[in-house]
């Protein structure tokens, strides 16, 4: 019982850190798209898809390094952070060296007109990654969800006045998301009093310990391009085969799947502890299988629910011409689904620190998600990239659910699961193409089918919550 309870309490507890700051991405879409035009909404997005593939690749992947060798008590925690900075300031300068010759050639025109925001965003956003991940490998989780709190209040309040008030636009934007990831790297900064060990001293085994942790993150390094391709290659495919204006569209089509994005983020940052520390190889208490089981259920279900909901959603969030996004939302959101499941599979890698296993099934789902998305996209439009997604997502779970068992005695029921995910496929395909009443019916009996699939993963989680219930 104090696995679940250790897991639940992780979960609590980043489901603060995460969970507003999130929510509020999703509940300023309104404030967004009444202000923000498609194309400068674009823009923006671009720039943040960018950078998240700029970092693991300026960084080494060092982040996933940082969390990994944290957990591990007999490391020194302060050396492993002091590594990991070296490596963001190292990669802070390789950005700066570009932007100057972007700024000289005008390679890309967009990035050269708002260089400094690119380069204050990309500072913000991988210092800000380092400390959290850093808190989460020293189990300061309760310190993540102050800092998330933080963090919402002031971007919540920014964006209000720079948007409406000031009315800035887009750099008013960028203005916002900037300050607002600062607040809790400063507040986390503070908190473990990180300026005590963040000059390296290297030692023999400073230098052991670095070498340890750049063997571990490089094969991160590909998991992170191929999860990034996987997440944002088909905004490029978008724009060159659609227009920016197009992608922006795209984006906002992204902000509902936020809601499941959100419960995803936050079970596996939690399970990534809890995997660690309860790695059985025979999972003789049943604990991975179980917590699998009920993840999945609650993954499918709210996956279902929303697509249900979609366009009820699109009405009260998209303002203007931004309400055709809405036709993106439901494969989006199967692409989570399988998202959210080979994350918890790929705990079992971290727990054995398997990282190329990370790699090989992303790739594989990168590779796969480029040919799809750019065929249906010029097929079909950008629709075409969220198929693609979804498949590409797809076929890393079926490769680590093999890879998996390797290393687990895994008993999952994959024709049962099969049959749900083609329930959701489904029902993704009447919501966008049966325009009745019907539509509705017919997506309330695939919830049903889904409840009724599942129904021994319900009764088994009301049992839980009764007896905990009962012992509270």
Request: charged share 15%; proline share 2%.
């Amino acid at each position: 019982m104090k696995r679940y309870i250790y897991l639940l309490k992780n979960i609590g507890l980043l489901t603060i850190s995460s969970f507003t700051s999130s929510i509020l991405s999703f509940l300023l879409v309104p404030l967004y798209t009444s202000v923000l035009s498609t194309t400068d909404y674009g823009i923006y997005d671009i720039f943040n898809t960018t950078i998240m593939l700029c970092i693991p690749i300026f960084t080494v992947g060092i982040i996933e390094a940082v969390l990994r060798f944290s957990l591990d008590k007999d490391n020194n925690a302060e050396e492993i952070f002091a590594i990991g900075n070296s490596f963001i300031i190292r990669g802070f300068l390789i950005l700066v060296f570009l932007l100057i010759l972007n700024y000289i050639f005008n390679v890309f025109a967009i990035v050269r007109t708002y260089s400094l925001f690119f380069l204050l965003l990309y500072a913000v956003t991988s210092f800000s990654q380092l400390l959290q991940y850093y808190a989460r490998g020293r189990e300061e989780i309760a310190s993540l969800a102050v800092a998330g709190i933080l963090s919402s209040i002031v971007t919540l309040t920014l964006n209000i006045l720079l948007l409406l008030v000031i009315r800035l636009g887009l750099r008013g934007y960028f203005i916002a998301s900037i300050i607002g990831l600062l607040t809790p790297g400063i507040y986390l900064s503070i908190k473990m009093k990180v300026w005590e060990y963040i000059i390296p001293h290297p030692n023999l085994r400073y230098r052991i310990l670095k070498r340890k942790m750049v063997d571990y993150s490089w094969p991160m390094v590909i998991n992170s391009i191929s999860w990034w391709i996987n997440n944002s290659s088909s905004r490029y495919i978008i724009i060159f085969l659609c227009g920016i204006s197009e992608n922006g569209l795209f984006s906002v089509g992204n902000k509902i799947p936020t809601i499941l994005n959100v419960f995803q983020q936050i079970f596996n940052q939690a399970w990534v502890l809890s995997s660690v520390d309860e790695f059985d190889p025979e999972d003789s208490k049943r604990f991975f299988i179980k917590t699998y089981n009920v993840y999945n259920f609650m993954m499918v279900i709210t996956c279902s629910i929303l697509i249900l909901s979609t366009k009820i959603l699109a009405r009260i969030l998209y303002a203007k011409d931004f309400y055709v996004a809405w036709k993106y939302v439901p494969f989006l959101m199967i692409a989570i689904v399988f998202s959210a499941v080979s994350g918890l599979l790929g705990g079992i890698f971290s727990a054995v620190k398997d990282s190329k296993a990370y790699s090989k099934t992303t790739v594989v789902g990168a590779i796969v998600n480029i040919f799809t998305s750019f065929a249906l996209v010029y097929v079909m439009g950008a629709i075409g990239a969220s198929i693609g997604n979804a498949f590409s997502f797809f076929i890393v779970w079926a490769m680590r659910v093999k890879i998996a068992k390797k290393y687990m005695n895994l008993r999952i029921n994959l024709v049962r699961d099969n049959i749900v995910y083609f329930i959701l496929v489904i029902q993704a395909i009447i919501i966008i193409y049966v325009n009745s009443t019907l539509s509705y019916f017919l997506q309330g009996l695939c919830v049903m089918l889904i409840v009724f699939a599942y129904r021994k993963e319900l009764i088994n989680l009301r049992n839980s919550v009764k007896l905990n219930l009962k012992r509270g």
